[in-house]
């Protein structure tokens, strides 16, 4: 261990390590991290919500939002990543848009499952007690059930967010980008000589997955009003893991 | 698009005669992926039941378990192989703790919504007709609690069956090896890659409906109340 953790510290000292522009540079590897979940987040985001709601809205597909999840989580996302990678190199796309389209697919299912939790279980008496003050239709959705939705359907992004940084990093085996994933790829294909390297990914990798949830918990208790907190999640939606 | 990539086109997606002639492969891949999948969840469930009970007698812990787990729940499966393998070396005992540390926060959580979700009126009946402490735990509560038990338990372990490809990393990986078989070969052999993961979903699927099915057999008073 006393090797490893020597080898993490030369690592560490190397003098490229600290660059924002050179590929081994630790800075480098975590605004590329950060730039491949957020482009995967805003998208999947912006395809899963709108559908989601309004099936939710409506209370359509009911078996579709308890399925998906499960869904989701059975896919390998190690397979699922590498099957991106061989289908879009087939077609001459070899970039990191593949990666993103993967992460895409990984990060919908716990999205669209809470979002259309968080507005089809508002509580009934509600919806009936908004429709009987003559609310339309739309004041319903935008004014009762997507705010008081509003947390489940955040808890969902913020699942998704977890699993979206973890699985950028399996992307490093295919990919040659990969974020922090690049440093426990290539330390792993160097065999014991790589340990330190694979650690100081390990940590580094550890630690940006738990700062991104803890600042996005911080962010949701900050500014979802508190009266809008504390609905019950179910907890079989929080459950995703890469 | 280099010149790897251009051989790998040549190649289907689905080659039945690859499939065909490697069966003994693919039967072997997928008994070591139901294997670690076992020991792993097995694991988790020793370990997690072993949390629980602790946290039966010392309420406080709970939080506590909890919050460490959900942590280790956080943690990606990559980075987790990476902090065991320098302490264990290459090979199934950092595959399989890694995977197991997963299923705690799954199943401790379940196992105490289950046991909590038993109304205090049964237990006081129980009480009532001379049960003892330890026949009301076994005979009354844990019974009441298996189909929220073994709810959990089915997350778990379709959670681990996914992840088990991971360890393909460090030598294991069950079906994920035929996936990393299939890319680091020169050229890439697509079809090793979309039989491993087919088959990774396809365990899936199974073990979930066979733990199911487990927990109707386990459980038959839960059938005749929904028919009632």
Known sequence: MGDVLQQAVEFMGDPGRWSFTEPGGIPYRIVEHLWLTLAAMLVATILTLPPAVWLAHHHRAEALASSIVNIGRAIPSFGLIILFWLIASRNGISSNWALIAALVALAIPPIFTNAYTGVAEVDPALVESARGQGLTDRQLLFDVELPLGTEVILTGIRVAMVQVIATVGIGAIVFNGGGLGRFIIDGFAKGPAGYGEVVVGAVLLAVLVLVAEGLFSAAMRRFVPRGLQGRHVPDEIEAAVA | ?228
Request: net charge neutral; glycine share 10%.
């Open chain 2, 1 to 228: 698009m280099n010149a790897l990539v251009m051989l790998g086109q040549e190649r289907p997606l689905v080659d039945w005669t690859w499939i065909a002639d490697n069966l003994p492969l693919i039967w072997d891949a997928t008994l070591e992926h139901i294997t670690l999948t076992v020991v792993s969840v097995g694991l988790g469930m020793a370990v997690s039941l072993l949390l629980t009970i602790a946290a039966l007698r010392w309420r406080w812990m709970y939080g506590g378990i909890l919050a460490v787990g959900g942590i280790l729940y956080s943690i990606p499966s990559l980075a987790a192989l990476a902090f065991l393998v320098p302490l264990f070396g290459i090979g199934a005992t950092a595959a399989v703790i890694t995977l197991a540390t997963y299923t705690v926060l799954i199943l401790v959580r379940n196992i105490m919504t289950g046991l909590d979700g038993v109304s205090e009126d049964t237990i006081e009946a129980a009480r009532g007709q001379g049960y003892t402490e330890r026949q009301v735990l076994l005979g009354v509560q844990i019974p009441l609690a298996l189909p929220v038990m073994m709810a959990g338990l089915r997350v778990a372990t379709v959670t681990v069956i996914g992840l088990v490809t991971v360890t393909a990393l460090i030598g294991q990986g069950g079906l994920g090896q035929l996936i990393l078989t299939g890319v680091r070969l020169l050229p890439p052999l697509p079809v090793m890659i979309v039989v491993g993961t087919v088959l990774s979903v396809v365990l899936a699927i199974v073990f979930d409906l066979a733990l199911l099915g487990l927990g109707k057999l386990l459980t038959p008073w839960t059938r005749s109340q929904k028919s009632a």
